[in-house]
């Protein structure tokens, strides 16, 4: 072998070797997953199931950070198929086979504090740092007035409807579908009154958004539908998303019938006989309203609808629907841009009074409510303490009293069964269900009464 032919020979084994090294192994994940929002009742563990599947050539850890946004007694933790890790772990890693499939849950469970918690979940392939994933799991807990749906508003539109619904006594909870997906009819179920609010030039309702809110309607819920050209996005045949099977729901869900898109309105009035409305008025744009309803949908009413507020310039503005199940009012312009907050709480007002005020959950009829708030005494204690609660309604309900731990764990159940309207007493020794003195520390008894749930913190004294 020459000198020179060794220098080639060289040459070309270290090429091949600097080639190979420059080139990566191939490496990469997906992640998906069908809904990343819910409602939950408090104590009641939401398991966002998602999946992530090895996308790569070789054998691959996807590093798993969670960031909790919650109330600090609410619950969140990663699992790993049926492997579940404790709440202080917010760290995993899914090691992975080319082609394999992990289930990643998202547990989040609401415990005492109402509101809305959330979890920041990011997915990194430590072969392939560049392949990362970022989404967000929402709970929002019930127990709330009425669900405000944000459908592409703004932030300071948001606050404008949940003012006005604040303003009439009512208590809220928001469900924006640009972070938390589609609500589905069980999360909408959940609450007796549903106000769904759009911005200009929207996307119009899907086949999902229909389906839901026909089941919402069909238990017996309130909706009050409001946005400027969301009629028009789906009955106007010189729209784009022009749809006649959505228009159809729209006349025989709603009994709506869209008309026209019409130029710039300033006031809305009602007359004498208005169903909702009568003898109000308002402006629609200015003051510090959202002020744009610069082209709202004409409408009119069909089949069961009842003709409501009219735009100054002529024209039916709002349709009421009442087919002997849940009602419905549908505005063509957008509720924000009404001009006063004043204007908009009132409105808000006689929205809600048609409704008929009610503020238990859909599909309720009673009102087997608690007429005081729960409470235990002693408290902090040692060893007893006796959980008392009393019940307003006039009949007899189903009602459970159980004590959980702070990590959610039901340690005891003390009573389930029926109870009559007035005041009720339960016990507790500070001892689980196998009769096992517990530790020292705080512990939280959940009063259900029919549909509705009331919690009481309690301290148990060594």
């Given at each position: 072998?020459?000198a020179t032919?060794?220098?080639l ?8 070797a ?6 990566p192994?191939?490496?990469?994940f ?5 809904h ?9 563990i ?17 590093m798993?950070n969670?960031?909790k ?9 990663l ?23 992990k289930?990643?849950?998202?547990d989040i ?9 959330w979890?920041d ?12 994933a ?29 003012a ?6 009512l208590?809220?909870a928001?469900?924006d ?12 179920a ?5 106000v ?6 929207v ?12 089941t919402?309607?069909?238990?017996g ?11 028009f996005?789906?009955?106007d045949p010189g ?8 228009c ?8 709506v019938a869209?008309t026209?898109?019409?130029?710039s309105v ?6 004498g ?10 402006a ?6 959202s002020n ?5 949908d ?15 310039g ?13 009602k ?15 204007s908009?709480?009132?409105f ?5 009074s048609?409704?008929?005020g ?6 309720d009829h ?6 005081t ?6 408290n902090p ?6 959980i ?12 459970t009293?159980?004590v959980y ?6 340690v ?13 007493r339960?016990a ?5 269900d196998?009769d096992?003195s ?13 549909e509705?749930?009331?919690v ?7």
């Amino acid at each position: 072998m020459t000198a020179t032919f060794r220098k080639l020979l060289c040459a070309l084994t270290l090429a091949l070797a600097l080639g190979a090294m420059s080139v990566p192994a191939q490496a990469g994940f997906d992640w998906v997953y069908d809904h990343n929002g819910s409602v939950n009742d408090f104590f009641e563990i939401e398991a966002f199931h998602t999946f992530v599947t090895n996308t790569g050539a070789t054998t691959d850890t996807v590093m798993v950070n969670m960031v909790k946004n919650m109330a600090p007694d609410w619950v969140a933790s990663l699992c790993e198929d049926l492997l579940c890790y404790p709440p202080f772990i917010v760290d995993i890693e899914l090691i992975l086979e080319p082609g394999q499939t992990k289930d990643l849950i998202i547990d989040i469970t609401p415990i005492t504090v109402a509101g809305k918690g959330w979890t920041d979940i990011t997915l990194v392939s430590k072969n392939n740092p560049a392949d990362n994933a970022f989404g967000v799991f929402t709970v929002i807990s019930s127990g709330a007035d009425v669900l405000y749906v944000s459908a592409g508003g703004s932030g300071t539109t948001d606050a404008l409807y949940t003012a006005a619904i604040t303003a009439g006594g009512l208590t809220s909870a928001t469900w924006d579908l640009a972070g938390m997906g589609k609500a589905a009819a069980e999360d909408l179920a959940r609450f007796n009154t549903v106000v769904w609010g759009a911005g200009p030039g929207v996307s119009p309702l899907d086949v999902s958004d229909m389906t839901s809110l026909s089941t919402y309607l069909g238990g017996g819920g309130n909706l009050f539908l409001s946005g400027a050209d969301l009629a028009f996005s789906s009955c106007d045949p010189g729209s784009p998303s022009f749809d006649t099977t959505a228009c159809a729901w729209y006349q025989n869900t709603l009994g709506v019938a869209y008309t026209a898109n019409t130029g710039s309105v300033d006031f809305v009035t009602g007359a004498g006989g208005d169903p909702v409305f009568p003898g109000s008025s308002y402006a629609i744009n200015g003051g510090d309203g959202s002020n744009d309803n610069t082209s709202p949908d004409v409408i009119a009413a069909t089949g069961g609808g009842l003709a409501s507020l009219s735009y100054s310039g002529g024209g039916t503005a709002v349709v009421a629907s009442d087919p002997g199940t849940g009602k419905s009012i549908f505005a063509g312009f957008g509720f924000a841009g009404i001009s006063t907050a004043a204007s908009r709480a009132d409105f808000m007002a006689q929205v809600m009074s048609w409704f008929g005020g009610a503020v238990t959950a859909a599909g309720d009829h009673e009102v087997p409510t608690f007429a005081t708030r729960p409470e235990a005494w002693p408290n902090p204690f040692n060893p007893q303490t006796s959980i008392r609660f009393e019940v307003g309604g006039n009949s007899e309900v189903p009602a459970t009293v159980t004590v959980y731990d702070v990590q959610g764990r039901a340690v005891r159940h003390l009573f389930q069964g029926t109870v009559a309207p007035g005041l009720r007493r339960v016990a507790w020794n500070g001892r689980d269900d196998s009769d096992r003195s517990l530790a020292a520390g705080v512990y939280l008894a959940r009063i259900r009464v029919a549909e509705f749930a009331q919690v009481v913190k309690m301290t148990l004294a060594k």
